[in-house]
């Protein structure tokens, strides 16, 4: 085994310690910050699909609230078009001499 001598180290020796720990600290820091962005990432688009999923039911549960108004006005129209002119005339408001709104 090598004996203590008592000489310092060298200049270059100490530049190559501190490279070593600098770069050492870097990569650990950068290996942490790519593994917290990715637990963000994965996070955010978790709770986003969350988001779209609910707008989704939301969007297609409205879509089938019109489908079923259009259904009953286009029901209401076929039938007042299949009516007799003078029948639509007597039930309408402007006939029976109410004023219009």
């Not at 530049?15 to 770069?23: Q, V």
């Not at 989704?56 to 039938?79: F, G, H, Q």
């Not at 005339?89 to 402007?94: C, L, Q, T």
Request: hydrophobic fraction near 35%; charged fraction near 20%.
């Amino acid at each position: 085994s090598k004996s203590y001598t008592g000489k310092e180290p060298s200049l270059i020796t100490m530049l190559r310690t501190a490279l070593c720990s600098f770069f050492s600290g870097a990569a650990i820091a950068g290996g942490a910050g790519y593994y917290q962005i990715h637990q963000d990432t994965y996070t955010t688009a978790k709770v986003i699909n969350e988001q779209i999923s609910g707008i989704r039911e939301e969007v297609v549960s409205n879509n089938k609230d019109l489908e079923r108004r259009i259904a009953v006005l286009e029901s209401i129209v076929t039938a007042s078009s299949s009516a007799p002119a003078a029948t639509i005339d007597a039930v309408s408001p402007a006939a029976e001499g109410e004023p219009k709104k």
